[in-house]
């Protein structure tokens, strides 16, 4: 059913070979609690029936509007969609995913409550349910526990902390970014982050409001651009470009494999550093990418009379709030003295 008013929110649709999925996408969208959106879908080079699905979808929904254009990948379909969105909020949603009726009511109303807030997301739960203690569940537990500004702008260089296919975005602040830009990394981090370096507030729903499909049929699961060292070039060079203090030295926490895949990253990027450090006695002293590595306590004094910037990168469960503990023990504060990374 169409509204007069006009849409509050566009929702971004890109599909390719969709047919075993679309249904449920197509349900959950028609079951929303907020009724004021569109849908913009593109069929993207499918060779299955997705596009019979869709034309069938906007011929009994006035709301979905189909685009031309596909075949080009995702990005290019992302960006083709944009162009098109009449409402000032723009959505996304996966054709194989399923939200849960009051997504986007719950969406409008953080976006509306608090105005400084230009992008959120919710939180996500994974079907079908992968292995405990696998990277999926600890993915899902650390997103899920991010909520406010604070929570994502300290967690902001460990995993992209709204899960892309939740997100809903004020269009101005959008716009204003650059919208989706084609990489050769991860086009929903790369948005994250520009709106993030340029001010802008972000937020997640602390409900679990969508449901994220896993399968081998995923982009993320075949592509070299959602790679662990896609991500982290992503990282390294916003961190390079303005989110360091300068002029102080700059260690890395961690010479286990996060910290020394991190650090290479980092060298690769043209970056520099001073120091690891790690916990481990059999570790201190030994030399790893040209840095030495040293005890947790002789920060106290490194670099002096600068004090220097850590750069926390481990991968093991709990070890990361642990360091936080200690560094706040020697009067290291969070994004001032120190950020986490992955």
């Not at 879908?41 to 299955?48: E, V």
């Not at 709106?195 to 499909?213: F, S, Y």
């Amino acid at each position: 059913m169409s509204d007069a008013r006009g849409p509050r929110v566009s929702v971004l649709l890109p599909c390719r070979d969709a047919e075993p999925f679309l249904a449920d996408c197509i349900a959950s969208l028609g079951a929303q609690s907020e009724r004021r959106f569109e849908v913009l879908a593109l069929d993207d080079g499918s060779t299955d029936g997705t596009g019979s699905l869709l034309d069938a979808w906007a011929g009994r929904d006035p709301r979905v509007r189909l685009v031309d254009g596909g075949g080009s990948g995702v990005v290019a379909a992302l960006r083709r969609l944009s162009r098109e969105a009449r409402a000032p909020i723009i959505a996304r949603m996966d054709a194989d995913d399923i939200a849960r009726p009051g997504r986007f009511a719950a969406q409008l109303r953080l976006l509306a409550e608090h105005p400084g807030t230009a992008a959120c997301g919710t939180g996500v739960r994974y079907f079908p349910r992968p292995a405990p203690g696998s990277g999926y569940r600890r993915y899902e537990a650390w997103l899920n526990g991010l909520a406010g500004p604070a929570a994502i702008e300290r967690d902001l260089f460990v995993e992209c902390p709204i899960a892309h296919p939740t997100l809903m975005v004020r269009r101005a602040a959008f716009e204003a970014v650059g919208g989706y830009r084609e990489t050769d990394g991860p086009e929903d981090y790369d948005l994250i982050l520009r709106l993030a370096a340029a001010g802008h507030g972000l937020a997640n729903v602390p409900e679990t409001l969508h449901e994220w499909r896993l399968g081998s049929h995923r982009l993320s699961e075949r592509s070299s651009r959602y790679a662990p060292e896609a991500f982290r070039r992503l990282k390294a060079a916003f961190l390079s470009a303005g989110r360091l203090p300068p002029g102080r030295p700059l260690v890395i926490w961690g010479a286990g494999r996060v910290g020394k895949a991190f650090a290479r990253t980092w060298l690769e990027s043209d970056g520099t550093f001073d120091a690891f450090v790690d916990l481990d006695p059999r570790k201190i002293g030994q030399n790893i990418h040209g840095a030495t590595v040293i005890r947790p306590a002789d920060l106290a004094t490194f670099g002096a009379p600068a004090r220097p910037y850590v750069l926390l990168a481990v991968g093991t469960p709990g070890a990361r709030d642990e360091i936080r503990e200690a560094l706040g023990g020697l009067n290291f504060k969070e994004i001032v003295d120190y950020r986490a990374v992955a």
